[in-house]
């Protein structure tokens, strides 16, 4: 089973990614493991990635297209994947369809995690984890159970993300409206997408999603 997870930053795509690596035995493909995995492995696309980044200069669409490619043919991902932050543009959709054609696979279904966008921005900006073990917290969701004492580990130390704030959040819910949510249209021609609210709790998202994939 060949899949797409749709969402912005914060929708719980990789919460539910790594659910289904785990129940499935599926594979997860995220554009920046797969990179810095090549280049750290001297593959030839990851080679040309490597002097692009220590020029400092972007990663081109040709480049994670061919990271891809090189990364699809490992025989684990034969068992069935998850791509994870690709396809991000109508560009890159089109040049997916062009790789699994050539290599005989095809996509499955393409799951967008919906979500309400001050709801998002409440949900990230809230975050905080436990700098000694990682356990993570919300402001309004998830306090400790005694305050400034990490329920885990008993550490006392605690942590924010720097860009887990409001104006990063909207700013990065308004690239993905711009980019990549028009990708959709291209995948519900053909009958592949389903929608699942993000926003729900994550165990029920992850009931919507196992429906979906076993309908």
């Known amino acids: 089973m060949n899949l797409i997870l749709l969402g912005p930053p914060g929708a719980g795509k990789g919460t539910q990614a790594s659910r289904l690596v785990k129940e499935r035995g599926l594979v997860q493909l995220s554009t920046g493991d797969m990179l810095r995995a090549a280049v750290a492995a001297g593959t030839?696309?990851?080679?040309?990635?490597k002097s692009v980044m220590e020029s400092g200069g972007l990663v081109s669409d040709e480049i994670v297209n061919g990271i891809l490619s090189e990364r699809l043919d490992h025989a684990d991902a034969r068992a069935g994947f998850i791509l994870d932050g690709y396809p991000r543009t109508e560009?890159?959709?089109?040049?997916l369809d062009a790789m699994l054609t050539e290599k005989g696979l095809s996509l499955d279904h393409v799951?967008?995690?919906?979500?309400?966008e001050d709801a998002?921005?409440?949900r990230i900006t809230g975050r905080f984890t436990c700098g000694s073990c990682g356990e993570g917290y919300h402001d309004r969701y998830k306090q400790p159970k005694v305050e400034g004492v990490c329920d885990v580990c008993s550490g006392t130390s605690f942590k924010r993300r720097p860009d887990d704030n409001a104006e990063t959040v909207r700013n990065r819910m308004a690239e993905y409206r711009a980019k990549t949510a028009p990708i959709?249209?291209?995948?519900?021609?053909?009958?592949?997408v389903s929608r699942v609210d993000g926003m729900a709790l994550m165990d029920d998202v992850a009931a919507s999603i196992d429906s979906v994939l076993d309908a």
């Not at 560009?91 to 040049?95: D, I, L, R």
């Open 44 to 49: 030839p696309v990851g080679l040309i990635a």
């Open 91 to 95: 560009v890159q959709a089109h040049a």
């Open 111 to 116: 799951i967008e995690l919906e979500v309400d």
């Open 120 to 122: 998002l921005v409440d």
């Open 184 to 192: 959709l249209p291209h995948y519900e021609a053909r009958r592949l």
